[in-house]
């Protein structure tokens, strides 16, 4: 039956899902840590401060 096969997986691919995989968490967890450290002071920067938020 067509559709039914079980696709054999190759090391090589299989390593390279992976490291794509940890890659994508890697920048998830960088960009939110840089977000965190820099954008308040980085907003406040940009709108001049508290006092012109909204």
């Keep these: 039956m067509a559709g039914l096969e ?3 997986w190759d090391p ?8 794509i995989l940890l890659e ?3 920048l998830y ?3 939110g840590g840089l977000e ?3 954008g308040p002071r980085l907003m406040a ?3 001049g401060g508290e006092e012109n938020a909204r």
């Excluded at 090589?12 to 490291?19: D, Y």
């Design 6 to 8: 079980i696709p054999t």
């Design 12 to 19: 090589e691919t299989a390593l390279l899902i992976g490291t």
């Design 24 to 26: 994508a968490v890697l």
């Design 29 to 31: 967890v960088g960009y």
């Design 36 to 38: 965190r450290l820099f």
């Design 45 to 47: 920067f940009i709108i």
